[in-house]
């Protein structure tokens, strides 16, 4: 049994959900020890998850969204408008699943969670990979009884899942979508994610990942890791565009691009945790979807379930072409879906419409419909 700490941690510490938080819309499922790519046994895992509609007596009714490296299992907040009656993820029809992956903060086992001994995990976590949280995903789909997933779905770190449920799990998925993902880190990911790795553990208050129970957390570190990463979700035109040389209007002399980073340094700062920042960007620098596979094309070509690809035209993250990659190499792969947005990376969070309509043609051909 984990012995419940008493400590209240506030937001200058960390923005993680917390056991004696207001558990909201989540729902809480125990899926047992895991065993990790490492060899390493996380124990007690934990996964926390929302639901929409309602599972079929055949139980092959359902989706899994799998969220991004800061989204979490609240899928309305972050994709309005996409699950509902008659929506893109139509609760008439299906049973819409997202859980928290592991690693994160909003619930499921992390950093920031109680170890055995009743001390939070804080440094001693264990590294994770994009197939550990599949593998969690998997036992997580077990335990719920779900037979069959008519679509797994996510953007970035929530695509690179996908690919891998296609990979590992064929007979669990009856297709896949990945939005502005890839099959491979690229050098260039690698590069911007450890400079924000950096940048927190060089916070004087990270203390080796062990700040959970000190007054102040790396919230400057990780607040510069995220202004750098939210530089890599947009493009330069929109941010020349939008603030180009204005100073913001107040007594701050701030340049308005400064200002408005800073402003998503500190709502990010309200609802993550600085080890989850760098556990799941390791992942995510980790993820290769050839690794003891040999290699990408093999592994990619061994796909039998129908992919579906989509790309944002000015993406610097995730480039276009690292869709055309997947496409190309999956005999399985639909032709790839082209966004034409100015935002970039965050295109699969604003362009909701056109990411919608994709789905929804997707879902029609589903055998739900049929």
Not at 149 to 157: C, D, I, N, R, W
Not at 170 to 197: H, N, R, Y
Not at 318 to 345: C, D, K, M
């Amino acid at each position: 049994m984990l012995q419940q700490s008493n400590t209240l941690i506030n937001y200058q510490v960390t923005g993680a959900w917390l056991e004696h938080h207001d558990p909201g819309e989540r729902k809480f499922i125990d899926i047992g020890d895991l065993v990790l790519e490492s060899k390493s046994v996380l124990p007690d895992v934990k996964i926390a998850y929302q639901t929409w509609g309602e599972l079929s007596p055949t139980k092959d009714n359902a989706i899994l969204v799998n969220h991004a490296l800061t989204g979490w299992s609240d899928v309305p907040a972050w994709w309005p408008d996409l699950i509902g009656p008659g929506l893109t993820f139509d609760t008439n029809k299906y049973f819409v699943v997202c859980p928290n992956v592991i690693g994160g903060c909003q619930g499921s086992t992390g950093p920031a969670s109680l170890h055995p001994d009743g001390k939070r995990w804080g440094s001693r976590f264990p590294k994770l990979t994009v197939r550990d949280q599949v593998q969690a995903e998997y036992l997580f789909t077990k335990k719920l009884g779900i037979k069959k997933y008519q679509l797994a779905v996510g953007p970035s770190l929530g695509g690179m899942r996908s690919l891998e449920w296609a990979i590992q799990y064929p007979e669990l998925v009856g297709a896949i979508c990945t939005i502005g993902s890839s099959a491979i880190a690229t050098g260039d990911q690698i590069a911007f994610a450890t400079i924000q790795i950096r940048a927190i553990k060089q916070d004087s208050n990270f203390a080796n990942g062990d700040y959970y129970e000190n007054q102040i957390g790396p919230i400057e570190g990780m607040g510069i890791a995220r202004r750098i990463a939210h530089l890599t979700y947009r493009t330069e035109l929109e941010m020349d565009l939008r603030f180009g040389t204005q100073i913001q209007d107040d007594d701050s002399g701030r340049f308005a691009v400064a200002s408005y980073l800073d402003h998503q340094a500190e709502k990010l700062a309200k609802r993550f945790d600085a080890n989850t920042y760098i556990i799941l960007s390791e992942a995510m620098n980790t993820h290769d979807v050839g690794r003891d596979r040999g290699g990408i094309v093999s592994a990619l070509s061994s796909i039998k379930v129908p992919v579906h690809v989509i790309a944002m035209d000015t993406d610097r993250l995730f480039p276009q072409r690292l869709q055309e990659e997947i496409v190309e190499a999956t005999p399985t792969a639909h032709p790839l879906h082209v966004i034409n947005s100015p935002f970039g990376h965050d295109g699969f969070l604003i362009e909701v419409e056109s990411v919608g309509s994709i789905i929804k043609s997707i879902l029609y051909k589903s055998p739900v419909n049929n």
